[in-house]
């Protein structure tokens, strides 16, 4: 099991920035990809970002890039997401997400932070 635990959401203005984190705990961090992923109200889940194990690739929506930038520590068993620009579309409950190397669908999900842009 891994145990996935975001952090740094809030409130924070248009054209503002935040930074979320996502620790990994219990099973080893080792060979997962990460992913986060949103969900605003009356919306379905949508991917914003990955990155694979060792950081070399990432990926963004087209509706973050250029804004977002996803980064790991693994040296800390954590993944970031840096939101810059931020936008009211961008509000939502963040997810971040732990994907066995090979497969598309994430094995493990953290509890989410929420994400509140006010215009």
């Known amino acids: 099991q891994v145990q996935l635990v975001e952090s740094g959401g809030g409130l924070v203005q248009a054209g503002g920035s935040l930074r979320l984190s996502c620790a990994a705990s219990?099973?080893?961090?080792?060979?997962?990809?990460m992913d986060w992923f949103r969900q605003a109200p009356g919306k379905e889940r949508e991917f914003v970002a990955a990155?694979?194990?060792?950081?070399?690739?990432?990926y963004y929506a087209d509706s973050v890039k250029g804004r977002f930038t996803i980064s790991r520590d693994n040296a800390k068993n954590t993944v970031y997401l840096e939101m810059n620009s931020l936008k009211p579309e961008d509000t939502a409950v963040y997810y971040c997400a732990a994907r066995a190397a090979g497969k598309v669908s994430a094995d493990y999900w953290g509890q989410g932070t929420q994400v509140t842009v006010s215009s």
């Open positions: 219990g099973r080893t961090f080792v060979g997962y990809a």
């Open positions: 990155i694979n194990w060792s950081g070399g690739r990432t």
